[in-house]
T-cell receptor
């Protein structure tokens, strides 16, 4: 069974721009969560989607948003990029929502200049 | 605020020895804990989980111990191998029912010396 895939793997953007990251979960997994990983803050939960609905949200500004499609694929969007948004963005999928057993993709490395 | 965290940022062990990675948490209501391993250039990988109705759970070469009295859990890796070199995170599901979110600690880097 194929793992979680994320595209693109690397991205360079300029301050003020917006970006959209994509995540394809493991087949059959209906829950998709997003995390931001930085050296200073570590792994931080962004949000979780299940059945196309946002079920949970972390403490991030409204510039961070996401959505999930009927095939469980998910996208996250960051608008008005700031230098501090430079990070590894990880997507994880799971069979059920709110479970600790999540399967992570390799991440998208976003650099904001 | 309430947190889940690790005791040591780095742990160095000899190949073949047992490794013990520790984690403390502050919320006595926390009831579901998970260990993840992250190798360089990869996303975290689920290792093992434990709920508060258990104090020990074993997997393949790994054991997780939960001490609710002192709010402490540990991950023990038997016969540590070079492939075990990675960053290890303890995490908890914070929230009730199926609405919880996964909250990670800061991570311990395990270095295995040949």
């Amino acid at each position: 069974k194929a793992g979680v895939t994320q595209t693109p793997r690397y991205l360079i953007k300029t301050r003020g721009q917006q970006v959209t990251l994509s995540c394809s979960p493991i087949s059959g997994h209906r829950s998709v969560s997003w995390y931001q990983q930085t050296p200073g803050q570590g792994l931080q939960f962004l949000f979780e989607y299940f059945s196309e609905t946002q079920r949970n949200k972390g403490n991030f500004p409204g510039r961070f948003s996401g959505r999930q499609f009927s095939n469980s694929r998910s996208e996250m969007n960051v608008s008005t990029l700031e230098l501090g948004d430079s990070a590894l963005y990880l997507c994880a999928s799971s069979l059920a929502q709110g479970t600790g057993e999540q399967y992570f993709g390799p991440g998208t490395r976003l650099t904001v200049t | 605020g309430e947190s889940v965290g690790l005791h040591l940022p780095t742990l160095s062990v000899q190949e073949g020895d047992n490794s013990i990675i520790n984690c403390a948490y502050s919320n006595s209501a926390s009831d579901y804990f998970i260990w993840y391993k992250q190798e360089s250039g990869k996303g975290p990988q689920f290792i093992i989980d434990i709920r508060s109705n258990m104090d020990k759970r074993q997997g393949q070469r790994v054991t997780v111990l939960l001490n609710k009295t002192v709010k402490h859990l540990s991950l023990q890796i038997a016969a540590t191998q070079p492939g075990d070199s990675a960053v290890y995170f303890c995490a908890e599901i914070r929230g009730s029912g199926n609405t919880g979110k996964l909250i990670f600690g800061q991570g311990t880097t395990l270095q295995v010396k040949p």
